[in-house]
Nanobody, 124 residues
Framework: QVQLVESGGGLVQAGGSLRLSCAAS????????MGWFRQAPGKEREFVAG????????YYTDSVKARFTIARDNAKNTVYLQTNSLKPEDTGVYYC?????????????????WGQGTQVTVSS
């Protein structure tokens, strides 16, 4: 079992940047494919980015490509999401999630472990 804690969210103006972190405890993070998801008020939780166990493969939803970068440091048991050129539509609660088996997927139900989320608010 792994416990996940996100940090780094906040209020930022459009065009700004935030670096989100997801720190894991318990089982080593290298055993898990990792994903970042977000949920805006009144909307379903959606996939933002994912990274393979080794970090060699990354995946992004179209709306964040070229603006967001996912990375992991397995030695520090931490996954990061660098968010640049933020837009008001990026506003939401950002969650990291861990998937024990198989590759990164975009379906929230495929992930067994979740953090509590960190709020990102982008003002126009």
């Amino acid at each position: 079992q792994v416990q996940l804690v996100e940090s780094g969210g906040g209020l930022v103006q459009a065009g700004g940047s935030l670096r989100l972190s997801c720190a894991a405890s318990g089982r080593t993070l290298s055993s898990y494919a990792m994903g970042w998801f977000r949920q805006a008020p009144g909307k379903e939780r959606e996939f933002v980015a994912g990274i393979s166990r080794s970090g060699d493969s990354t995946y992004y939803t179209d709306s964040v490509k070229a603006r967001f970068t996912i990375a992991r440091d397995n030695a520090k048991n931490t996954v990061y999401l660098q968010t640049n050129s933020l837009k008001p539509e990026d506003t939401g609660v950002y969650y990291c999630a861990a998937k024990r088996w198989g590759m990164v997927t975009m379906r929230p139900n495929d992930y067994e472990y979740w953090g509590q989320g960190t709020q990102v608010t982008v003002s126009s």
